[in-house]
C-alpha cells in the first residue's frame, strides 16, 4: 500500500434498500471509472434484480477510508450456487473502479473468490478483453472464454474522413437518404431529457420496436425485457446515461435508436420502426446522426455492440474480443 494512502476496506451489500443507499457514491465513482455509464449504472442494477426475482444482490465494494473506491456490482442465482452480473441484457460487465486503481480490482475479485460464500462459483458474462479485472488480474486470461465479436467504429479526425473511408456505394447510400428524408421534411434530433419527458421514453421505445421486429423482439418474446425498459429507461435518459435519437415526421415520431453512453463512446443498444417509414431507410438515418454526434463530442469511438449482423459491418471496420470468466471459490 503505497505510503500515506488508507487501506482497502470491504463489505457486502445483501439488499437492494443497502444497494440504494450508495447510489450517488456508485454513480460518483461510475464517472470516473472507464466503464460503461449505463450498463454498469446502480440503475441497471438495480432494475435488472427487481425485474428477475431470481436474483438477489451481493455487490461487494471497496473503501479507502469513508470514500468508495471500488464495486463489483454481483447477485446470487436462486439457488446460490453461483454469483453472476445480474443482467443479461447488458453489453459490457466489469468491477467498476478508476482506471489505474488496479490494486482495488484485484482485491475486489480476491474478496468475491474467498471463501467463506454463499456460492460456489463466479460468472462474469459480456467481459471486453480491455476491462479493469483482466488488466488487475492478467492470469484471468486462461479463464477467458470468448462469446461473440463487437463491431466498433474508431472515429477518424472527421466525419468526412470516416465516409471518405468508406465505398462509393456506401457514401452513395447515405447521401441518399439523407437528401429523401430532406426533401419530404423529415427531421433528425437527439432527444433532450430537459425538454422531453423521460417517462414516455420506454413506451415510445417498446411501440417502435415492436413495429419492426413484431414478435421476434426481444422485449415482445421476453416480457421481463419490457419490464426492465419500463424501469430503466428513463432514469438512464435522464441522467444521460443513455442518449436517443429520433426521426420525426412533423410532431410524430417515427423512428428511434438508444445509445448507451460509455467513457467515450456512444454504443448503439436498440431500435425501431414501422414498417411504412423503410422508405427512408431510418436505421441508416440514425446510425448516421449518432456517429455525427459522437463526432461533435469528440468521442473516439462508436460502437455497434455484440451481433454479427451485416448492417453493423458496413459501418464499423474493427471488432472487440468479449466473453465470459468463471472463477470457482478458493477454499
Known sequence: MPEGQDPIVYEVLETLPQVEAIYREWTDLLWRSPCNRAFSSPTWFLVACRTQPQCSPYVLVARRGPRIAGILPLALQENNTAAIFPSRMSNYNDVIAEAEDLAVVAGLIEYARTSPRPYQQITFWWVPSGANCLRAMPALAECFTPTLPYFFLPLPSSYEEFLQSKSRAFRKGVYRAKRK??????????????????????????????ARFGEESAFWKHPPNADFARLALPTLFAEKQMVVFALLQGKEIIG??????????????????????????????????????????????????RGPQEWKKSWSNQSRTVGHIELSVCT
Open 181 to 210: 428524408a430532406t426533401e419530404d421534411g423529415l427531421e433528425l434530433r437527439q432527444l433532450d431529457p430537459d425538454s422531453f419527458p423521460p417517462e414516455c421514453i420506454p413506451e415510445l421505445f417498446l411501440s417502435l420496436n415492436y
Open 256 to 305: 428511434i435508436d438508444l445509445s448507451m453512453v460509455g467513457s467515450e463512446s456512444f454504443c448503439t443498444w436498440n431500435g425501431g420502426y414501422p414498417p411504412e417509414a423503410e422508405p427512408w431507410s431510418p436505421g441508416r438515418l440514425l446510425i448516421d446522426a449518432g456517429i455525427r454526434r459522437a463526432f461533435e463530442l469528440g468521442l473516439k469511438e462508436y460502437d455497434f455492440l
